[in-house]
Structure formats: C-alpha cells, structure tokens
Nanobody, 123 residues
Framework: QVQLVQSGGGSVETGGSLRLSCTAS????????MAWFRQAPGKEREGVAS???????YSDDSVRGRFTISQDIAKNILYLQMNSLEPEDTAMYYC?????????????????WGQGTKVTVSS
C-alpha cells in the first residue's frame, strides 16, 4: 500500500506563487508515475502535470511555463511549483501515483491519491 499526504496550498493574489508538496510512504518503490490533478468548483477533476523519472508532461499551455512538477526521489516527495497564479487556477489540488509505467494523465490511470489541498487565487 501507498499513502500520499499533501501539504502547502492556501490563498494568494493574482500573480502570486505557491508550492504544493506530496509525501509518499509505504510501498513507494512500486511507484513509477506521479501527477497532480485539480478540481475547480463545479467542474470535473482534470490532470495538471505528471512526472515519470525525469520526464515531465503538462496538460496544456495554460499551465506549461507557469507550473513546474518535480520530485525528490530520495525523500519520496512530489512538488508542484505554481507561479503567476490566476483566479482560474482556484481549485482543490490532488497528487496521485501509480505503479504503471504508462504515465497517461487521466484519473483512471492512478491508483493512489492524496487528501487534496485547496488553492484560492483572488483577483
């Protein structure tokens, strides 16, 4: 089993920055792909970014260049650095992990989920 515990998040003004963290414990050696998802109020959960070894993938141009996904493998911590935040980034953010090598950024591809962290960006 794997447990994912998130930290970070909070409220910032437009243009601000936040960093989310996700610490994995348990059978972490089984994990191959990790990712961040978000769910805005009234919307479905969507993928934001994923990482497999050193390969990163971002969902679309709206986050690419502003968000950076990274991981400290030795410490089993996943990060999401978010810069130039916009009100449209307001959402609950979730980290996710899977033992699959296929790092497709879709909910059904991930087995383990963090508890969620709220990010609020005010204009």
């Amino acid at each position: 089993q794997v447990q994912l515990v998130q930290s970070g998040g909070g409220s910032v003004e437009t243009g601000g920055s936040l960093r989310l963290s996700c610490t994995a414990s348990g059978y972490t050696s089984s994990l191959r792909c990790m990712a961040w998802f978000r769910q805005a109020p009234g919307k479905e959960r969507e993928g934001v970014a994923s990482i497999y070894a050193t390969r990163t993938n971002y969902s679309d141009d709206s986050v690419r260049g502003r968000f950076t996904i990274s991981q400290d493998i030795a410490k089993n911590i996943l990060y999401l650095q978010m810069n130039s935040l916009e009100p449209e980034d307001t959402a609950m953010y979730y980290c996710a992990a899977t033992p699959r090598s296929f790092c497709y950024l879709a909910e059904h591809n991930f087995h383990y989920w963090g508890q969620g962290t709220k990010v609020t960006v005010s204009s």
